[in-house]
């Protein structure tokens, strides 16, 4: 074979990205189609500058493809938000769903036969992202702006908003979350249930909405409860509220709020990905070391003494 010939994966590659001092916008664009619509990754988007912390490496990309980036997004993109029912369909379901739209525009012409389908990302419970390849269709389902599907005789709530940026999306929801207080008693013990709107409205501040019992996604044996509280009550949040029984016994009650770290791949409280993957890499590399050391005991058990023999 010609050393020169790229095979397997290579052949689908794009050529190399323009370098700072020649960014060519329909390049960039086509570059961003291939990888959002074909899933063909540029292999050289070189950064402005690289930084490593020992096992961990900070890239600060170039302020003008980002740009770009972020803009032919925007033009595609449509934020999908599954309310109240809609938030538990199986994953299959949200994307057939958001899909639905597609075959409305199709069926009334609006798109020729050449029309491709887009690209579904289901970002968690209640959020997905619909990468459109029509900028039409996108523009239409964000005007529709919400939507009320039934299915099986039951009805689910669709939203539709422009994608942001999450730099973006930070500073918009930033006014809200200073006018909206919530927290929630996490794996609530039975035992506490009784009195656990009454201790928070007396720890915590004014309870204006307590919300049905959900069901914790660690431990489904437990609930967690959900209240929205007077926005002026967030000076007073406490991390937890202990029930002392009649026997002794202590009740704890875990309290989460918006300011709680929050996993975004398990949506589990009090933990990040980020301490996930770190505690993983620990142990990970502790389990290699123990591997290691228990290989080098048993070469040294295999391998014969070079302890001289006394004479015969």
Request: glycine share 4%; proline share 5%.
């Amino acid at each position: 074979m010609d050393p020169g010939t790229d095979v397997g994966m290579e052949n689908r590659s794009p050529a190399a990205a323009p370098g700072d001092h020649e960014i060519d916008d329909s390049r960039v664009r086509e570059l961003l189609r291939l990888c959002y619509e074909e899933d063909i990754l540029p292999r050289d988007i070189d950064p402005e500058e690289m930084t490593t912390q020992g096992r961990n490496v900070r890239f600060k990309v170039k302020d003008a493809i980002d740009r770009l980036k972020a803009q032919w997004l925007k033009e595609r993109t449509v934020t999908v938000i599954f309310r109240d029912a809609a938030r538990f369909l199986p994953r299959n379901i949200k994307e057939d769903l958001i899909k639905v739209f597609e075959d409305v525009k199709v069926q009334t012409g609006d798109f020729g036969e050449g029309f491709n389908r887009g690209r579904v990302k289901v970002e968690s419970l209640n959020v997905a992202s619909y990468v459109a390849k029509s900028t039409t269709i996108c523009a239409w389902m964000v005007d529709k702006r919400i939507l009320e599907v039934e299915l099986a005789g039951e009805i689910y709530k669709l939203e539709f908003k422009l994608w942001l940026t999450n730099a973006q999306f930070k500073e918009q929801r930033r006014p809200d979350k200073l006018l909206t207080f919530w927290v929630i008693a996490v794996q609530l013990p039975l035992d506490a249930m009784f009195y656990l709107e009454s201790h928070i409205r007396r720890a915590i501040g004014p309870v204006t909405m307590t919300h049905p019992p959900e069901q914790d996604r660690l431990k489904p044996a437990l609930v967690n409860i959900k209240f929205d509280l007077d926005p002026e009550a967030r000076a007073n949040m406490k991390d937890s509220i202990t029930v002392e029984t009649f026997e002794g016994d202590e009740l704890v009650v875990k309290m989460a709020s918006s300011d709680t770290p929050r996993c975004r791949k398990c949506r589990a409280f009090f933990h990040s990905a980020e301490d996930v993957e770190g505690e993983v890499a620990h142990v990970s590399n502790k389990a290699i070391s123990v591997v290691k050391e228990a290989e080098q005991i048993r070469l040294r058990r295999l391998l014969p003494s070079s302890a001289p023999r006394p004479a015969g």
